[in-house]
C-alpha cells in the first residue's frame, strides 16, 4: 500500500511539473520500487530476496506501466494501470524474488 501511495503522489507531482505520463510513469514506479524492496524483505517476505530479481521484475513492471500508459495516457490511466502491475509484480517476487531458496542459491556461487 505504501508504495502505491508513493508511487501516486510521486506521479501525480511529475506530471503537474509538466513531465510525460510515461517518463513520471516509470520515475514513480523507481521511487516505489526501492521502497518495496526494503518493505518487503524485512516486512512481508521476511527473507533477503535478491537485488538482481528485484531489480528485473522492477524493470519488467516499469515497462508495463509506461507502456501502458502510453497507450491509455493521463493521470486517470494510472489509477487503473497500477493496480493491474501492482498484482503481477508482487506474484513475480513472491514466486522468484524472495522464494525461501534464494539463500541456497547464493551460498552455491560462493562454495
Known sequence: MTNTVLSAVVYT?????????????????????VNGFLLNRRWTFRRPGSAWRYTTVQAAGAAATSGLLWLIGGVAAYAAVLPLVTVATFAANRTWTFRGDVQVARSRFTA
Open 13 to 33: 507531482l511529475l506530471v503537474a511539473a509538466h513531465v510525460t505520463p510515461p517518463v513520471a510513469g516509470a520515475l514513480a514506479f523507481a521511487v516505489g520500487a
